[in-house]
């Protein structure tokens, strides 16, 4: 890798973990499946009229996707980060790599490795280790719709591999589109105060979803996919185990979440797991 590529790698892992910050912000002033809806709305708006229409044979699989990526993924994550820290969240959301490689080995004939389910046996103690304690019951609710959050993208993965390769932009966007009717009728049907919130929401609650449509969406996954395009996903996948780091980073300096013992202990065994199943074996010597 160049050090251009190098740089963009940390980058997005660093875009994508502040972005934490911004949704807490954001769903303390919108309801936040409206949140949602307002940036894939934004997404849509600026990417649909400037891309290519999905394929009549891509379009059912864009469909799927936009329900275990939008819907799915972000609505169960924005609800969960709401209610719980962003720190916590941040780390069990790295269940996500476990996950994906857990699915492909029955929908994509991808069997794990040894050391890649030791790795993820090691994740999932990690955030047992977060819920663990006395408030239990108060971490749990959030807890649970943020793992549930990292099944959905996990399965949007397998989708996207195994009925792609797609556009990125083409498929950012017309999954964007078709997720707004999705989280709009959640939204109707979960919350209240909708339109009374674009009103009181003040100039950080418009900068935090600015930051999640622009900075977050559109130049994060930008950035993701040109390196895709130019890079193995080995040599750029271990990257994204920064995430975690820089999200917990920005949840303890913005929004005063303590470094306890247990966050730290969890954080470690999630991230060491999630690290280990990225060890690939060395090929034996012929």
């Known amino acids: 890798m160049s050090v251009l590529q190098i740089l963009c790698a940390v980058a997005v892992p660093l875009l994508w973990g502040y972005q934490f910050v911004a949704i807490k912000v954001g769903v303390q002033q919108f309801p936040p499946l409206f949140f949602l809806a307002l940036r894939f709305l934004a997404i849509a708006l600026l990417l649909v009229p400037f891309v290519r229409r999905p394929a009549r044979q891509q379009f059912g699989a864009v469909a799927a996707i936009s329900v275990?990526?939008?819907g799915l993924n972000f609505g169960l994550f924005y609800v969960g980060l709401g209610l719980g820290s962003g720190s916590m969240s941040a780390i069990a959301y790295q269940l996500a790599t476990p996950f994906t490689i857990l699915l492909a080995w029955p929908l994509l004939a991808e069997k794990p490795s040894l050391t890649t389910?030791?790795?993820?046996?090691?994740a999932f103690a990690g955030v047992a280790a977060l819920a663990a304690g006395p408030r239990l019951t108060a971490n749990a609710l959030p807890l649970l719709l943020v793992v549930g959050?990292?099944?959905a993208f996990?399965?949007?993965?397998i989708l996207t591999k195994r009925h792609g390769p797609f556009d990125p932009l083409m498929l950012m966007g017309w999954s964007s589109l078709l997720t707004v009717p999705q989280v709009v009728l959640m939204s109707l049907l979960l919350e209240h105060g909708q339109l009374a919130s674009l009103g009181t929401a003040d100039q950080w609650g418009w900068l935090a979803l600015a930051y999640t449509v622009f900075i977050g969406g559109i130049l994060g996954f930008g950035l993701w996919f040109w390196l895709i395009a130019r890079c193995s996903m080995g040599r750029i996948a271990p990257f994204g185990l920064l995430l975690p780091v820089f999200a917990v980073?920005?949840?303890?300096?913005f929004l005063g979440d303590p470094v306890t013992a247990k966050l730290a202990l969890g954080g470690l065994l999630a991230?060491?797991?999630?690290a280990i199943t990225q060890v690939r074996p060395k090929a034996r010597p012929m």
């Open 249 to 253: 980073m920005a949840s303890v300096l």
């Open 68 to 70: 275990f990526l939008g």
């Open 149 to 151: 959050a990292a099944f």
């Open 117 to 122: 389910s030791i790795g993820v046996v090691i």
């Open 271 to 274: 991230i060491s797991g999630v």
């Open 154 to 157: 996990a399965m949007s993965n």
